[in-house]
C-alpha cells in the first residue's frame, strides 16, 4: 500500500530513450513515486532483476525492435518474481496483443499516446487495488477463453460474480458504477478483479 513519501518504486523498460527519459521525469516530479531503474531492454531488465530491490511496479513496452517481447520479458520476469506487477504500455490498440500481454502476467494495460497523467493515476491505482480494471476491448475475450478451456482447474474457474463483472465491463458500464450495478461492496468489485486478473495468469 501507497504511504506519503516517495514509497511507490517504479521501473522502466522501454526501447525509446525520449519516452524512457519523459517518463522518469514525470515520475520523479510525484511526491510519492520514485523511478529506480531504467532499462532499454527486456534482457538487460533480467540481467540486473537480482541484484536491484524488486519495484512495486513495472511500466512495460511490449515490441523491442530485434529483441525480445515485452511479453516474454513479463514471463520471464514473473518467473524469478511472481507477484511482480507490471503495467504495459503499447503504442497498440490490438485485442490480440492486450490479452497476450494481460494473460502474460501483466495487471493493467494503457496506451502510449494517451495523457500522460493517466500512467501516473495507473501507477497509484496499481498501488492501491492491486490492478488496473479490466480493459473493456478483451473482457469478452477473457471470459471466451475460460469458458472454451477444458483445462482450468477447479480453483481456477470463474466465480458467479467474477464472470457477472467481466458481463458487465463488456457491456461498457463505468467501473465506479459496477458495485451498485452487481450489488457488491467496492472491495468486492477489485477483489473479484483481482481474482479474474490471477485466474487468467494461471490459464
Known sequence: ???????????????????????????????????????????????????????????????FKGRMSGI?????????????????LSMYADEDLIFDSLRSGAIGYLFKMGNPERIIEGIREISRMGALPLPVIVSGKILAAFQSSKDVKPEDRLTQHETS????????????????LLKLDQSEIESCMNAIYHKLHHL
Do not use: Y
Open 1 to 63: 500500500m501507497a504511504g506519503t513519501t516517495k514509497d511507490i518504486s517504479v521501473w522502466v523498460v522501454d526501447d525509446h530513450h525520449d519516452f524512457r527519459e519523459t517518463v522518469q521525469e514525470l515520475l520523479s516530479s510525484q511526491p510519492d513515486m520514485n523511478c529506480t531503474a531504467v532499462f532499454a531492454s527486456c534482457e538487460r531488465m533480467l540481467d540486473q532483476i537480482d541484484s536491484l530491490p524488486k519495484a512495486d511496479v513495472v511500466i512495460m513496452d511490449i515490441n
Open 72 to 88: 516474454e520479458g513479463i514471463l520471464q520476469m514473473r518467473a524469478r518474481i511472481p507477484d511482480i506487477r507490471v503495467l504495459v
Open 165 to 180: 463483472l467481466l458481463e458487465a465491463i463488456k457491456n461498457g458500464s463505468p467501473f465506479n458504477q459496477l458495485a451498485d
